[in-house]
C-alpha cells in the first residue's frame, strides 16, 4: 500500500516538475522574442534616422 501511494505521489511529481519546465521554456521563449522584436524597431530607427540626417 506505501510503495502504491509513492509510486502516485512520485508520477504527479514527475509530471508536475514537466509541466513546470515546459512552460518556463515558453516564457523564456517569449522573452527572447520580445527582446529581439525591441532589437529590430531599435535597429530600424536608428537606420531610419541616419539615411534621413545624410540625405541633408
Known sequence: MGKT???II???LAIWLAMTVI???I???KFF???GLVAVVV???VT???K???SH
Request: aromatic share 8%; net charge positive; hydrophobic share 70%.
Open 5 to 7: 501511494i509513492l509510486t
Open 23 to 25: 512552460g518556463a521554456i
Open 27 to 29: 516564457s523564456m521563449l
Open 10 to 12: 512520485g508520477v504527479v
Open 48 to 50: 531610419a534616422v541616419s
Open 52 to 54: 534621413m540626417s545624410k
Open 33 to 35: 522574442f520580445f527582446i
Open 43 to 45: 535597429v530600424l530607427a
